[in-house]
């Protein structure tokens, strides 16, 4: 299987798809969401599903997605939703919905050639548009110390980021890195008690982060995401980080990534969103049981005001 859909039923039931409308899916993957979107849609309405991976598209070749003039795959980054909307003649403020189920694809973890995963030993990728941008081996051989540092501490909460960003400066001078198992083997050496997957999955992770700006794009397509809702159009966030999390909390609550209340010339402050979650949905224990990867999922509902 290409990828178990996370939050399925409690992300599209509050996303309150209604037949006519216009929906997107920032990050199409197996297609579980986009399916159950457009049967929700029925023969009106439109859904434009992103994203950056071909591989992801070969999943839309397939009914009901080849079946339905309403599907739209758009092939690009969410971070330029609103453009790639723009040139399908989507106006700001027309769109009911928006859904991003972030982060990687149990396809994408479990091909080995693509890099992600410390489980095999294959070139050191984890790009998920393999057109474009540095690889994590090109990262771990280029970066300073400093920078690596940074990286890992942020986005892995690597415990001693500095040895290791150290370690890696230092080790790309005897041999520069190229495959998960160079990685790995460093990983191996440095890591300080508690369990050694854990501590190769936290660095995977944050140069995963780093290679496909991962937080960046979130940013970005937050902001567009709230140009292009129609109001009272909802957006549905899952998140699997809880850096992408906060962000998420914080842009519902003010409208940005800080958090910080945006007032006008009166001191009233802005409110761009009415929160349809107080507190993040996560996954059922039934859920849980049937897909451990679903483990670290919030789901954040808000409708633009
Ligand atoms: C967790 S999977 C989505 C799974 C999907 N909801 C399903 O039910 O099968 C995330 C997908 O989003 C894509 N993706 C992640 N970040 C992206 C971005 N910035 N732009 C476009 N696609 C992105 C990945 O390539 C991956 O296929």
């Avoid at 994590?136 to 500095?162: C, P, T």
């Avoid at 990983?187 to 501590?199: E, K, T």
Wanted: hydrophobic content about 35%; glycine content about 8%.
């Amino acid at each position: 299987m290409y990828h178990e859909s996370v939050l399925l039923h409690e992300s599209i039931d509050l996303l309150g798809v209604t037949p006519g409308g216009i929906y997107v899916d920032a990050t199409f993957g197996g297609g579980g969401h986009s399916r159950l979107i457009l049967e929700r849609l029925g023969d009106e309405g439109e859904l434009y599903s992103f994203d950056q991976d071909e591989d992801a598209q070969q999943n839309a070749a397939v009914e009901p997605f080849t079946a339905s003039a309403n599907f739209h795959f758009v092939a690009s980054n969410f971070r330029f939703l609103k453009r790639q909307l723009r040139a399908e003649s989507i106006r700001s403020g027309k769109v009911q919905g928006i859904l991003a189920d972030l982060g990687v694809s149990s396809y994408q973890l479990d091909t080995a050639e693509r890099g992600f995963s410390y489980r095999f030993d294959a070139d050191l990728d984890m790009r998920m548009n393999r057109a474009e941008g540095d690889t994590a081996a090109d990262l771990l051989n280029s970066q300073s110390a400093a920078e690596l540092q940074r990286i890992l501490s942020d986005f892995g909460e690597v415990r001693n980021a500095k040895s290791l960003a150290q370690a890696i400066v230092q080790g790309r001078m005897q041999k520069p890195f190229k495959t998960t198992g160079d990685l790995c083997e460093l990983c191996d050496r440095l890591y300080i008690g508690g369990d050694r997957m854990r501590y190769r999955s936290q660095v995977f992770q944050a140069l995963r982060m780093e290679v496909n700006d991962e937080l960046g794009a979130l940013e970005d397509f937050l902001k567009d995401a709230l140009e292009m809702l129609a109001p009272g159009g909802r957006l549905a966030v899952i998140t699997f980080h809880s850096l992408e999390d906060r962000m998420v909390k914080n842009f519902m609550k003010t409208g940005n990534i800080q958090g910080e209340a945006d007032k006008d010339f009166y001191g009233n402050i802005s409110r761009p969103w009415e929160l349809m979650t107080k507190k993040p949905i996560e996954p059922s224990d039934n859920e849980l049981n049937q897909n451990n990867r679903a483990r670290s999922s919030k789901l954040r509902v808000a409708r633009k005001n």
